[in-house]
């Protein structure tokens, strides 16, 4: 936890990561997680306990091995994912945020997570598992009680809950680029833009160059191409280890 404080100029900046390290250890923010940050950040058990309650990502009830978030706003729900809610619903015999019998998975419904263009998903410890049915739904859940391989449609095999909750307190596990980070759906409309010869008003490098041809006369340009660069390698899934 320290070790956490230590990396901000601020230490209270260090909050959100240590209550991640808390539930990565003990499954869920615990009274003693927050008395142990209000003592090492100096400030409130009700500061401490304030964030912890405003996040949904902090849970204050034991989370299962596997956390499946469902997305049912909007695009999802339309989609699909009303209907994926269901089902598991049905299949795990458990409510919205409730934990199976065996302790093995936590449904919730979730909000948008950016990833509409493969809607609907399904968030399994925070990874994607892009268009999904109930079907897919159901065999993924199974295969997780089951202890076999899940791997996310883009990222990496799914590990715990508390796994990630330790990669999200900031000790990476050196799986952030296994799989393509970034798939065709997102890049349709930088494909659309370069067809088209279209450009952002600004923008350092035109969309129909390659990165490589392109010379970014810009801070901002030469950040731009990195991106697009990075982008693209990762939609090849060859993105540089
Ligand atoms: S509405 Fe589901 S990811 Fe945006």
Redesign the pocket.
Known sequence: MQQIADRYPQSRSALLPMLHLVQSVQGKVTPEGIELCSELLDISAAEVSGVATFYTMYKRRPVGDYHVGV?T????AVMG?DLIFDRLKDHLDVGNDETTADGKITLEHVE?????DY?P?MMVNWEFMDNQTPESAVEAVDKLRNGDDVHSTRGPRICTWREAERVLAGFPDDLADEGPAAGPASLAGLEIARENDWAAPGAGARPTERPEQATASTAEGAVEQADTRRAEAETKGDVDK
């Open positions: 997305c706003n909007t695009l999802c994912g948008c997570n950016a990833a509409c809607a998903v």
